[in-house]
């Protein structure tokens, strides 16, 4: 897995797999671009690139996702809540074992 942006857009499965995730982002309206407010510092983002591999250890797949940079980020300036709409598979089977 590339360590640098430089390094991945020389590959050509690093750059269709970051291709795909700007894809994903415009289709979901993950971000909006808005003016830059002159009193405030810009968030950055990076780029993280994972290779999934299958069970037998043959590649699955590139993935690259853009994430930004939130530890440079600071509560109640930045961002008033966080949201992470993620359950584990464990929560799922306790709430349909009490349901049944």
């Known amino acids: 897995e ?7 857009s020389k590959q050509q499965v690093w ?3 970051m291709e795909e995730e700007i894809k994903m982002i415009e289709k979901n309206n993950t971000w909006d671009l808005v003016d830059y407010p002159k009193d405030k510092d810009i ?3 990076k780029w993280v690139y994972k290779t999934k591999l299958n069970p037998d250890d ?3 797949k590139h993935k ?3 994430v930004a940079k939130g ?4 509560p109640e300036v930045d961002y008033n809540e966080t949201f ?10 306790a709430l349909i074992a009490l349901a049944a």
């Open 2 to 8: 590339p360590e640098s942006f430089e390094a991945a």
């Open 15 to 17: 750059v269709k797999a």
């Open 43 to 45: 968030i950055g983002v």
């Open 58 to 60: 043959t590649i699955q």
């Open 64 to 66: 690259a996702r853009l």
């Open 71 to 74: 530890y440079s980020q600071q």
């Open 84 to 93: 992470a709409p993620v359950a584990r598979l464990d929560t799922i089977r």
